[in-house]
């Protein structure tokens, strides 16, 4: 079954980045479109960013855009998510999506 498994979440202050990691299985990864989304408390999870099967082409949120970098590595499964000029409204549960399936989040909170 499909299995997606996000890491990389912390704690970091406002300017700071990190780099969330995604490991896919379960499916023929270099197929398929991954996405990230995040969801903040009290309010419903939206579209971070996409990227297409071959990687050639991504679309981010107005919110994130030129701040966020999405990108894969079809060789080792992975999808990865560099976010950069983090800001406190960038706090929420991270979560990779692929085949109308969820991993289970990484916490990343931007606070100083």
């Known amino acids: 079954q499909v299995q997606l498994v996000e890491s990389g979440g912390g704690l970091v202050q406002p300017g700071g980045s990190l780099r969330l990691s995604c490991a896919a299985s379960?499916?023929?990864?270099?197929?398929?479109?991954m996405s990230w989304y995040r969801q903040a408390p009290g309010k419903e999870r939206e579209l971070v960013a996409v990227?297409?099967?071959?990687?050639?082409?991504?679309g981010y949120a107005d919110s994130v855009k030129g701040r966020f970098t999405i990108s894969r590595d079809n060789g080792k499964n992975m999808v990865y998510l560099q976010m950069m000029s983090l800001k406190p409204e960038d706090t929420a549960v991270y979560y990779c999506?692929?085949?109308?399936?969820w991993g289970q989040g990484t916490q990343v909170t931007v606070s100083s």
């Open positions: 379960g499916f023929t990864f270099s197929n398929y479109p």
């Open positions: 990227i297409n099967a071959a990687g050639g082409s991504t």
């Open positions: 999506r692929s085949l109308n399936s």
